[in-house]
């Protein structure tokens, strides 16, 4: 093979992978769903709760740019695994003026596919859930007034006990709705998780006494992460939070996940999750 052959194998050899690469982070990898299996231990955890499953479905984006198709057969997916409590940890929708009551319907739709937990199903908002520019209180109680409809539990700075575990939920961040105060206030058990869309909110608010994890979402992991970098978007201001488990401090840890939908359709890196956690005693 002469220099110029070399060259211009090379260079199709390039393009072909170019286009390979694109074709996987537009079509493959935005519906490779992952379900993630780990441990959660829980001080005080009641005892009827050992071995017992939580699933965490975060970011469903239900709208325009996510495939029903898809959420639908991610919800089977879980829904084979019959958790004992789910979890949505916000993002349900993505609100777009001009669709109007069309997407509420389709949010309907695609919430009556939502696999419920035996013991409680339970969820937050976060802040596509609260419209454009996350100041429409309105869209946002349309929102939970739909979850609420499909039997999901939607806690806004409240606190919803199962079988002696309490589920605080906190309200979304950047809507300015988050009050810690007010949901840990409301705490009954020993026991207990707490649900925060954003993860900053474990910097910017205040947590009080309370020690534990707290489960969260909004980053999609960072949706396309070049291998072994950090990825390049991430709509945190603390770096570390972008998945996964991270401990915050001697007290707390978050786990943040990658989240189901999106909001442009390209993953590189970052699979889909849901997370199906195992209660333990800690």
Known sequence: M????????????????????VGYTLRVEPHWLEIVHRD????????????????????????????DEYLIHSFDRLRAFAPDIVVVTG????HKVNRGDEQFVQ??????????????TAGILGNHDYGRGWA???????????????????????????????????????????????????????????LCHNPDGLDLLPWGDYAGWVLAGH?????CKPPFLPPPLLPVANRRYIAGE??????RTLYISRGVGHLV???????????????RAA
Do not use: C, Y
């Open 2 to 21: 002469n220099r110029r052959h070399f060259l211009m194998s090379g260079a199709v050899a390039a393009a072909g992978a170019a286009v390979g690469v």
């Open 40 to 67: 959660l231990p829980i001080a005080h955890l009641p005892a009827e709760l050992h071995g017992k499953t939580l699933a965490q479905i975060s970011d469903i984006h239900i709208g325009p740019d996510v495939s």
């Open 91 to 94: 993002d349900f929708l993505t």
């Open 107 to 120: 949010l309907r739709k695609m919430l009556s596919h939502l696999p419920h937990g035996r013991l409680a």
């Open 136 to 194: 429409q209180p309105d869209v946002a109680n349309r929102v939970a007034q739909e979850a609420g409809d499909a039997g999901i539990v939607i806690l806004r700075n409240e606190v919803h006990t199962v079988a002696g575990l309490d589920i605080i939920g906190v309200d979304d961040l950047w809507a300015d709705h988050s009050d810690t105060t007010r949901a840990l206030a409301a705490r009954r058990s020993h026991a207990s998780i707490a």
């Open 219 to 223: 980053t999609h992991g960072g949706q």
């Open 246 to 251: 991270v401990v915050v401090n001697s007290k």
């Open 265 to 279: 359709q390209a993953r590189f890196n970052v699979r889909p999750e849901i997370t199906l956690f195992t209660l």
